[in-house]
């Protein structure tokens, strides 16, 4: 897989938080994007995975990538609108 070039705007650390914070927040920080900035989201909820991939998909925003580091979760979004 060929590495991402993407510049991110803001990261949003939300190690620490459980269901639904680390989504809640994410919702709330991409709403401070413009179109085309990204945001990296880093987590360590479990539940996060899932929470936040639903959220992409449904609000209609990018998910560029996923990973596991470790216990982080790390989630690169594109604001799409």
Do not use: H, Y
Request: glycine content about 4%; proline content about 4%.
């Amino acid at each position: 897989m060929a590495a991402l070039n993407v510049e991110k705007a803001k990261t949003l650390d939300a190690r620490g938080l459980f269901c639904p914070e680390p989504v809640f927040r994410t919702k709330v920080e991409v709403e401070t994007l413009k179109a085309g900035q990204c945001l990296q989201v880093l987590a360590d909820d479990p539940a996060a995975e899932e929470d936040i991939t639903r959220w992409a998909k449904r609000t209609g925003q990018e998910l560029l990538s996923f990973r596991r580091d470790g216990k982080d979760l790390v989630f690169l979004i594109r604001r799409v609108k």
